[in-house]
């Protein structure tokens, strides 16, 4: 086993990771919430999801967290009637996004936190080992 407080950096800038990619698929949908097809009836952007899964990492010894997987939200899209917009069907609806404000402000905000929480324990995991080092100089 090696040292518990590198062990805590490295749990910890693994979630950093994982939330910097949860926070670039959340800008990606925001971004993308009104995006249509490009051709009469056809499918506008589809919402994108996080997955995670732990991972032992065989020098530390500990579980980290990685992304499992990028997949794609199958939830039915918004249809709006809109007979004169170039992406109407031919009954006159457009597709929109399945993307949800509210849930991706959430998803964000979740996001977030859970990034600042690592990185306060890198700070301290960080504080905690120069404290270590300074006591060993002086002893």
């Known amino acids: ?80 009637y809109e007979p004169s917009h170039p992406a109407a069907d031919s009954r006159g609806y457009v597709k929109y996004p399945n993307v949800s404000m509210v849930v991706e402000m959430a998803d964000m905000r979740e996001a977030n936190r859970s990034y600042e929480a690592n990185l306060q324990v890198v700070k301290q995991a960080r504080e905690l080992i120069a404290m270590t080092v300074d006591l060993l100089r002086n002893s």
């Open 1 to 80: 086993m090696s040292d518990p407080l590198q062990a805590a950096l490295k749990v910890a800038a693994s979630g950093l990771s994982a939330q910097s990619t949860r926070l670039r698929i959340v800008s990606e949908n925001l971004a993308n919430a009104q995006s249509t097809g490009k051709t009469a009836g056809s499918d506008p952007y589809r919402r994108k999801t996080v997955s995670f899964a732990t991972e032992l990492d065989r020098t530390t010894g500990v579980e980290t967290v990685k992304i499992a997987e990028v997949g794609k939200d199958t939830s039915a899209f918004v249809e709006e």
